[in-house]
């Protein structure tokens, strides 16, 4: 059974730093990795999507790379705003045509001013 | 586009009550799916459609029942409500093919009292 583990649970950092999110899984007959967004009450939007060929994926200032191998992904945020603060929830697809997610329990960030 | 819509958005049952949830996606998608998201436990698969007329079980089925009998909908039923079902559900949708990448809906939070 896939299971998905985030580090850190929560995370607070100043205004303006780079910042790291850590997501690893347990079986790497993964077809897909999937970071999203939620902010509090929200749904949730999604942020990157790595295909299980790719090794990383790129939009604006978020940066997630894929090591299936090792069972790792990363979130990789530059310049850190308050806006940023949310929950990031990292999911990945199992290895069939069609694609349940498993998540896992997320990290709280908080970008303070 | 609409995307995928819930209803309603909130609701109070009491123990024993049934109810239905509705979800709604107007991106001609081939798959749907219900989750439900609780405190320290992640977003967790209840049921899956991979097309009109057809259902499958998730991760944490019991005490739920769906239907699909249109493609652009995805019904979650509850026969009788208990407490342990109060949560926040969330349905998704996801094209056949391409990136199987999935949207999901706004949420619908269930307090059964």
């Known amino acids: 059974k896939q299971e998905v583990t985030q580090i850190p649970a929560a995370l607070s950092v100043p205004e303006g730093e780079n910042l790291v999110l850590n997501c690893s899984f347990t079986?790497?007959?993964?077809?897909?990795l999937q970071w999203f967004r939620q902010d509090p009450g929200k749904g949730l939007t999604s942020l990157l999507l790595i295909q299980s060929s790719q090794r990383e994926q790129t939009s604006g200032r978020l940066n997630a790379s894929l090591d299936k191998s090792s069972g790792r992904s990363t979130l990789y945020i530059a310049a850190s705003q308050p806006g940023d603060s949310a929950t990031y929830l990292c999911?990945?697809?199992?290895?069939?045509?069609?694609?349940?997610?498993?998540f896992g329990q997320g990290t709280i960030l908080t970008v303070h001013p | 586009n609409a995307g995928v819509t819930q209803t309603p958005k909130f609701r109070v049952l009491k123990t024993g009550q049934s109810m239905t949830l509705l979800c709604a996606q107007d991106?001609?998608?081939?798959?749907m799916y219900w989750y439900r998201q609780d405190p320290g436990m992640g977003l967790r698969l209840i049921h899956y459609s991979v097309g009109e007329g057809t259902t499958a079980k998730g991760e944490v089925p019991d005490g739920y029942n769906v239907s699909r009998l249109k493609k652009q909908n995805f019904l979650l039923g509850l026969e009788s409500a208990a407490p342990s079902q109060t949560s926040v559900y969330f349905c998704?949708?996801?094209?056949?093919?391409?990136?199987?990448?999935?949207?999901f809906g706004p949420g619908t939070r269930l307090t059964v009292t």
């Open positions: 991106m001609n998608h081939e798959y």
């Open positions: 998704a949708s996801q094209r056949q093919g391409g990136s199987y990448e999935q949207y």
């Open positions: 999911a990945v697809a199992g290895g069939t045509s069609y694609g349940k997610l498993t």
């Open positions: 079986d790497s007959a993964i077809y897909n």
